[in-house]
Every structure is written in C-alpha cells, then in structure tokens.
C-alpha cells in the first residue's frame, strides 16, 4: 500500500497550530476555573526522520504528502503532531469530549481538525452509549495511537495501523462491560461513517473518500497484567481516481495481546485486511518488548505485512518487513525523549509505506533514524 506525505518546513507549520491548542485549553482552563465541569488536556510530538533511500519518501499516514527519502534527507512531519481535548462531566451518566489534532494535512498544512466530538451518556455504571465523532476502534491502541507519550514506541508499526485511512468515524457506539473472578470484559459495537482527503503520492490527492456503514463490534478481556483484544470492523469505501469510481466493502479482523506486569513488557497485534478492488488481502503481524530501567526503556519490535492470496485487487499491497530498536528516556514528568531506528526490507514489487517514489525502490532495504520529543499537559 503505497501511501502519502510529510512536511520539510514543519517547525514554522507547527507554530501556526499551536496558538489554536493555546486558545482551546485557555479556554477550558477557564471554564475550569468556574465550574468542574470541564476539565482540559492536550499533547504532542515534535520529530525528525532520516531515511537511507533517495528513491522515497518514508511516511506514516495517508495525510502525508512527502515524508523522509527522496524529497527530505530530514523530515519533520513524518511524526510531529499537537492535541487538545476538552472533557466535560454535564452529570455522573452524562459526559461528552472534543479532541483537536493538528499534523500534516493532504492539502499540505500542518493544519487542525476535530479527532472527537461526541457527548455520551452511562445508563448504568457498565453500560454506555456515545454519539458523535468517535475514534475508530480497529486496533489495540486506536484511542492512543496518536498520543506519543502514552506508548513506548516513538510511532505505531504502519504495516498494521494504516490497514484502514480512516482513524475516526461520526455515527455511534454502545460498550457493556462485565465483571467475574477478576476478570474485566469490555464488548463494544458501533456503525457510522466518515470522508476523509487522502495523498496517494506524486502530487495526487484522493478528495472525499467517503466509507458509509462503518460497522463492527470487539471485546476485550482484562486479567491483571494480561489484556487480550479481538476486533472485527467492516466499511464500504467510495472514491474516485483518474476517472474511475471504485466501490471496496472493506473488512479488518484484528487480534491483540498485552503483558504488562511492570518491570518489563510485551505486546503484538495480527491482522487481516481484505480490500478488494483496491489491494490484494493483506496479514500484517507485529512483535514488541522492552524492560524500564529507572527512566530509560528500551525496547525492540518486529513487524511485516504481506498479501495473503485472496482479493482481487488492482494493487498488490504491501510486502516488507520492519526491524525495529528503540531507547525511550523519560527525561521529567510529562516528557519523554526516543531515538529509533528501523531497518525495512521491501518486497521485489513493493514500496511499502512510501510515496513519490522511483522505480529501485522496490525491493531494496531501507534504513531509517528517529528522533522524537513527547509532552502531555
């Protein structure tokens, strides 16, 4: 799955974001000050990236435009990004939040847009419904993924958390959490809809890809240190490119372990893309540890996709292998620091997770270095 782009003057776009996350959490802060309704939050991540490759742009999202390669031997926006949430408690049942993100944009800005938005209500104290703008609830960490702070890694393993261009959806979900033997199990439906811009590389964007009845249900399982997660979500995608309208009724399964006792961790996800009209089926598969000494963790992850044989897509989907090592340092609270290096090896005719890219890249190895500062407020 070729994908998007990223920003060579970042730090200039950044500065024209981060008076809007000042305004809103003044603002909350304000409201705060009068009443306890409403209390407020943001992050960030300022990055960098180099990549070995002249031949691409290394990207993380179908934001991005140009990344880290061919257009950048350094690329800032690859993983800097800026938040603020405002959460507002009406009642004890009756809640509602708002999530503002500013990062690369197709439109090539660093510009904001509404993560969240949804007011949700507690018909009892494990039953609930939202309605709104909620996170899309695909993956293991899909509510955290864009908040560098709460991981260890400096990003998300992009073989399996760009199997969907979409990380929100408008519409609704219902969760019902039970309780035995120690056991905490969440089961969590939902069904909406989105439209999102997306850059598909070489200056082309795909505007309004819309996905209509974005549908699915997962449950999670917690047990002290042990939490298990299996999800399934459905969508019919709709776009238009070079003339052509294509119709996917898209389809994920994803399965996720964590182990987490303290001292040490250790967490992997699998999953199955089906995308049919657009890419062949896809698995994407991903291993990651790491110990915590005093402030440093450092960590190691492993991570693939690779068709997996179905589909009747025109494209052939992603094929590569990422090798990963990582250090990150908690230099005080609420701030992190993480280097990261990464070793990816591509397909004979794949071009992985890049964009603008050349014909030699397919089926090389790529060597990338990243840098990254994490804050939450």
Known sequence: MNTLKSKSTICAASLKALPLAIALAAGAAHAEDTSSMFSYSGFGTVGATH?????????????ETSG?????????????????????????????VVQIVAQDQPNNTFSPRIEWANLGYKITPDLQVRVGRIAMPTFMVSDTRLVGYANTWLR????????????NSDGVDVSYKSHFSGVNNTVQVFDGKTSVDISIGGGQVISGLTAKQIRGINDTVEYGALTARLGLTKANLAY??????VNSATEVI?????????????????????????????KAIYVTAGYRINAFTPYAMYSQAKPDGGGNGAGPGD?????SVGVRWDVMKNIDVKLQLDRISLGSTSNGYFTNVKPALAGSNVNLVSVALD???
């Not at 990549?51 to 934001?63: E, H, L, P, R």
């Not at 094929?319 to 090798?323: C, G, I, L, W």
Request: proline content about 4%; overall charge negative; charged content about 20%.
């Open 254 to 282: 994803n399965f996720g372990v964590t182990y987490d006792p303290g001292t040490w961790f250790v967490q992997g996800e699998i999953s199955k893309a089906k995308l049919p009209n657009i890419f062949t089926d896809e």
């Open 240 to 245: 238009e490119i070079y003339g052509f309208k």
């Open 68 to 96: 880290a390669g061919a257009t950048n031997s350094w690329a800032f926006g690859v993983d800097s990004k800026l938040g603020a949430q405002v959460n507002a408690k009406f009642t004890d049942q009756f809640f509602g």
């Open 156 to 167: 998300p393993p992009v073989d399996t958390y760009n199997q969907l261009s979409f990380t």
């Open 319 to 323: 094929d590569a292998k990422t090798s």
């Open 51 to 63: 990549s070995s490759s002249k031949d691409g742009d290394f990207v993380t999202s179908y934001n």
């Open 375 to 377: 804050f939450v407020f």
